[in-house]
């Protein structure tokens, strides 16, 4: 792309808006600004211009400052409370000190707009600057009721902490990577660890790149309040009525709602059922040492438990573990006297077995010794000790209605 074509046709360098769509409401409630290009009929994407490293950042920031320019001429027009979303590399931002981009918005702001519907969308994904001086600026940035999103996540290994510390009003996660299968399970455990933090810092999440259906039923699964992409509508020239996709996402979040309702109603059935299997064959043993009754259970789980232990209730094992290998079941003393109190919810299970006298399956989650993706059934036994059954992969694979 020829930078200094485009900076001697200022003229045909436009905004284009891609509608962002709330998922409480159905409706588009901001739009973000890309760059646009006309060129000899044709209309290209500012993207790879403002991505090249040999294009002058004064270059980029004039054409920049244009682009800010005419997409606020046009927010101007639109209902009040649409936000703006705006594009901000990190390396920009910091250009000036960021004074003529804030002189701009006020400027706007002056003409009525007011400089809460402005999100900036941050990112600093090849930024090397002063990360102190960038938070400083998006600090000050933020006392004009300007709101924050932090873009290009999930690739970077300090991600986390540097979330932590900008505390944006939005993250936003990009669902290219979904396309595949082969991008798999850990995508979405990073997903939804994201989606943890989100919660636990009070911010939005907003996915883009949505595609297909899939990925907004990804989105709609994993918290995303907001959604964009082609899927759903792609960028214009224009603004598109806020109600354009009102009755088909309320089409599609009932078929989510059905498709989740029938995977929840599932796990419940399957604990009912292993409730009343495991608690039968409990007592039918109870005078058994624990071992022993380990492997009465096993003898009637054996398609579908891997591994089963007792704990007492601050989490120590009270047995060993028994553990079908290869060659069939066997103990495994080793485990007595091990503590999973430290584990995820385990705490939180125990009370609630012990409160409501029954068991619960867990969610899906990753063993850490075989790696495969399980569920745990835990049942309270005797007094005050818990009864823990590992379900395989293999058979929650061949009752998929619990993956
Ligand atoms: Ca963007």
């Known amino acids: 792309m020829d930078a200094l074509e485009i900076l001697s ?10 509608p962002i769509f709330s998922a409480d409401e159905m409706l588009v409630v901001a739009y973000e600004v890309l760059g646009r290009y006309q060129s000899d009929g044709e209309i290209i994407s500012l993207g790879p211009f403002f991505n090249d490293d040999q294009i002058p950042d004064e270059y980029k920031y004039e054409v920049d400052l244009l682009l800010v320019k005419r997409s606020l001429e046009k927010a101007l027009e639109v209902r009040e409370d649409i936000k703006i ?9 910091v250009y000036d000190d960021g004074e003529s981009f804030l002189q701009e918005l006020l400027s706007f702001e002056k003409r009525g707009l007011s400089l809460s519907r402005i999100v900036l969308e941050i990112s600093e994904h090849q930024y090397q600057g002063d990360l102190g001086q960038l938070d400083n600026l998006l600090n000050y ?16 290994s300090h991600s986390f902490t540097r979330i932590g510390r900008l505390n944006p009003d939005i993250l936003k996660i990009n669902l290219q990577a979904l396309k595949s299968t082969s ?17 636990k810092i009070g911010a939005d999440l907003l996915f883009e790149n949505i595609e297909m259906s899939y990925q907004l039923q990804f989105a709609w699964k994993n ?9 759903l509508s792609p960028p214009t020239d224009d603004f598109v009525p806020s109600n354009l996709l009102k009755n088909r996402l309320k089409e599609k979040f009932h078929d989510f709602n059905l498709y989740e309702k029938r995977k929840l109603e599932a796990v419940y059935s399957t604990a009912e059922i292993l409730q009343a299997k495991v608690h039968e064959i409990v007592l ?47 103990t495994q003393m080793e485990y007595l006297n091990k503590n999973w109190s430290w584990r995820p919810y385990f705490l939180e299970t125990i009370i609630k077995m012990r409160n409501d006298r029954k068991g619960i399956l867990s969610d899906l ?39």
């Open 9 to 18: 046709n200022l003229d045909s360098v436009f905004p284009y808006f891609q």
């Open 85 to 93: 979303f705006l594009n901000r590399d990190a390396d920009l931002l």
């Open 141 to 156: 940035y933020r006392t004009y009721g300007i709101k924050i999103a932090v873009t290009r996540l999930g690739r970077e």
């Open 183 to 199: 991008t798999g399970t850990n995508f979405n455990d990073v997903l939804f660890a994201i989606s943890l933090l989100a919660r």
């Open 223 to 231: 918290g995303g309040r907001y959604y964009q992409g082609f899927y």
């Open 284 to 330: 039918k043993n109870k005078k058994l040492d624990y071992e022993d009754l380990l492997k009465a259970i096993a003898k009637q789980m054996d398609d579908m438990a891997f591994r089963m232990y007792i704990c007492d209730g601050d989490g120590f094992q009270i047995s060993g573990n028994l553990f079908k290998g290869n060659n069939g079941w066997n």
């Open 365 to 403: 989650y990753c063993d850490i010794e075989t790696g495969e993706s399980i569920r745990t059934f835990s049942l309270p036994v005797f007094e005050n000790n818990y009864l823990f059954i590992d379900i395989s992969y293999r058979y929650l694979f061949e009752h998929d209605e619990l993956l």
